[in-house]
C-alpha cells in the first residue's frame, strides 16, 4: 500500500453554504488515538453555529495539524489518520504535513500522476448531509506556500472569499499559477460581476478587483460591494483574522494598555456583523410603530397554561406574538418575499419560515421554524422551545438559520420598549416585540391600569410599500389587542 493510501487526510468540509473557514472549539481525540467512521472528532464553529464534525474513515490518530482556537480555512487539511497501523513501519515519507517547512520533502507522486498535476479524486471526505456540490469545471491544483497549514484547493461549487488563499507566504511573482489567490488580485483575469454590479461599483466608487467575491464560482454580488464600500471588506495581502502560522492558536482577548481589551472579530459576531451591514446598505429599511393594550393576550398566555393540549410545552407572550405575526402574513400575504437583484425578480413565497432572533454565549444567531404557517398552535410552541434550547447551547445547525422569511426579534425580555431592528439578509420583514408593562390606559371610557407594549416592523421598502407595511402591522397588533380574532381571521 502506498503512503498516500495509508495516511487518509480528513479535510474542513463546508459544513453549511458557502463558509470559507472554521474555528476549532475542542479536540476529542489526540495522536494515538483509535477512531471508526463516522466518530466525532472534534467541534468546530463557523460563522453560524458549533458542529461536531464525525471522521470519515477507520485508522490511529497521526496527526492534529491545529491546536484548539486556531481558524482552518475549508478545504485545509486539520487531521492525518494512519489506516493501516499494524503494517509496520512506513515505506516511504508521508506527505509533508500543512504548515510544515518548504525544506521538507515532498511526498513521491503517484506513477499515473504527470509532474505538475494534482493525484485523481478518490473519495472525498465530506459530512453527511453537506459535502461539496458538483461542478463540470476542473481547476488546476495550488501549490502550497510555506509558513501556512496549506492552501487548499477551492472545492468545487465553493464560493471564492476569505480563507482560500495564502495567509502568510511569500508574495506570488505577476502572471504566476498562484495569481489570484486571496490577497492577491489577478493579473489579466476580470473580475466576474453582472452588469448591475459593475454600475452599482461604479457609482460606489468601488474597484471590483479589490473586492472579495461570495457569490457562485467567484462571482461578486451586490453585498459584497456594499461591504467593500462600507470598509468591511478584508485588506489585501494576510487573510483578515488568520494565525499567522499553522497549528498556531488565535490570541484570546488581549489588554491593550490599562483601559482598553481587544476582541478578536470572528464566528458568529463577524458573521453578524457583516450580515447587518450589508442588509443596511442593501434593503431600504422602513420601520413603523404600534402601542396596543396586550391586556387580553397575557390572560389567554395563563389560560393555554392550564390547557391539557399545551401540557409540557412552553406557553409564552412570544408565542401569541408569532401567531399573531402569521395570521397577519396570511392576510396579507404580499409581504412574504424576497427581493433577487440577479435576476431582477421580487420571489413571492407561499411558505413562512419564521426566524427568531436568539441572544446566545457566541452572538446573535437567527434559526428559524420551517413551514410556521402550517402548524398549530401546540405545533409552534414545541417548535419555539425547541429553536430556543437548541440556539442557547450552542447547537443550532446551519441549515435551521438559512431560507428565512420573516423574522420576530423579541427585546421585550431585557425591558426594552422597542427598537429598530435590522433585516435579516433575504428577508422582508422583522417584527420587535417590545416590554409588556402595566400602564394607564384608556378602557371603556376610563382611565385603567392595563397591559400595553409596543410593536416595531421594519420592512424592505423595496418589496413593501408603506400601506402593506401598516396593514401587517395594524393586523398584529389587532390580534394582540383582541386574541379571539385567532379564530374569527383564520
Not at 478518490?122 to 501556512?148: C, D, E, F, I, N
Not at 494598555?257 to 478578536?264: I, L, S
Not at 420598549?417 to 416590554?435: K, V, Y
Amino acid at each position: 500500500m502506498t503512503t498516500t493510501q495509508r495516511f487518509r487526510e480528513f479535510k474542513m468540509p463546508d459544513v453549511g453554504e458557502g463558509l470559507t473557514e472554521a474555528e476549532i472549539l475542542k479536540w476529542y481525540v489526540k495522536p494515538g488515538d483509535s477512531v471508526t467512521d463516522g466518530q466525532t472528532v472534534c467541534e468546530v464553529e463557523t460563522a453560524k453555529a458549533a458542529v461536531e464534525l464525525p471522521i470519515p474513515f477507520n485508522g490511529v490518530v497521526r496527526e492534529l495539524h491545529y491546536e484548539e482556537g486556531a481558524t482552518v480555512d475549508v478545504g485545509a487539511v486539520f487531521i492525518t489518520v494512519d489506516t493501516e497501523p499494524g503494517a509496520g513501519p512506513e515505506t516511504a515519507a508521508p506527505a509533508p504535513a500543512e504548515g510544515a517547512a518548504a525544506a521538507a520533502a515532498p511526498a513521491p507522486a503517484a506513477p499515473s500522476a504527470p509532474a505538475g498535476e494534482a493525484e485523481p479524486e478518490g473519495r472525498q471526505p465530506v459530512l453527511v448531509g453537506y459535502g461539496v456540490s458538483a461542478s463540470s469545471t476542473k481547476r488546476r491544483a495550488r501549490k502550497p506556500q510555506p509558513g501556512r497549514g496549506g492552501v487548499p484547493a477551492q472545492q468545487p461549487g465553493s464560493p471564492a472569499g476569505p480563507g482560500t488563499g495564502s495567509a502568510a507566504g511569500p508574495a506570488v511573482p505577476p502572471g504566476g499559477d498562484d495569481a489570484g489567490l486571496n490577497g492577491y488580485a489577478k493579473s489579466v483575469a476580470r473580475p466576474l460581476a453582472k452588469p448591475p454590479v459593475r454600475k452599482l461599483a461604479k457609482d460606489l466608487g468601488v474597484d471590483l478587483a479589490a473586492v472579495t467575491p461570495t457569490g457562485p464560482d467567484g462571482v461578486v454580488t451586490r453585498e459584497d460591494v456594499h461591504a467593500a464600500a462600507a470598509g468591511t471588506e478584508p485588506a489585501p495581502g494576510p487573510r483578515a483574522g488568520a494565525t499567522p502560522e499553522a497549528g498556531a492558536a488565535q490570541p484570546a482577548p488581549q489588554p491593550s494598555g490599562d483601559r482598553e481589551t481587544r476582541v478578536p472579530i470572528k464566528g458568529v459576531r463577524k458573521a453578524t456583523a457583516q450580515a447587518m451591514v450589508s442588509s443596511a446598505f442593501t434593503a431600504p429599511h422602513v420601520t413603523e410603530f404600534v402601542t396596543v393594550d396586550v391586556t387580553r393576550t397575557m390572560k389567554l398566555v395563563q389560560d393555554l397554561k392550564q390547557d391539557p393540549e399545551m401540557a409540557g410545552l412552553r406557553v409564552n407572550p412570544l408565542l401569541l406574538v408569532a401567531k399573531a405575526l402569521l395570521v397577519a402574513i396570511r392576510r396579507n400575504p404580499q409581504v412574504n418575499a424576497a427581493w433577487d437583484e440577479a435576476a431582477q425578480e421580487i420571489v413571492h413565497k407561499s411558505y413562512v419560515n419564521l426566524g427568531i432572533a436568539a441572544a446566545t454565549p457566541r452572538g446573535l444567531v437567527v434559526p428559524n421554524i420551517k413551514d410556521a404557517h402550517a402548524k398549530t398552535l401546540p405545533e409552534l410552541a414545541r417548535s419555539l422551545g425547541e429553536l430556543v434550547s437548541t440556539a442557547r447551547e450552542g447547537k443550532t445547525p446551519p441549515a435551521a438559520m438559512q431560507g428565512g422569511t420573516v423574522t420576530i426579534t423579541n427585546v421585550g425580555v431585557f425591558g426594552v420598549d422597542t427598537g429598530t431592528p435590522i433585516l435579516n439578509p433575504g428577508e422582508s420583514a422583522i417584527l420587535a416585540f417590545g416590554a409588556v408593562k402595566l400602564q394607564p390606559w384608556v378602557h371603556k371610557g376610563k382611565v385603567k391600569p392595563r397591559q400595553v407594549t409596543t410593536l416595531a416592523l421594519s420592512f424592505d421598502h423595496r418589496l413593501v410599500d408603506g400601506e402593506l407595511g401598516s396593514k401587517v402591522l395594524a393586523d398584529v397588533a389587532a390580534v394582540l389587542e383582541q386574541p379571539k380574532r385567532l379564530i374569527t381571521w383564520a
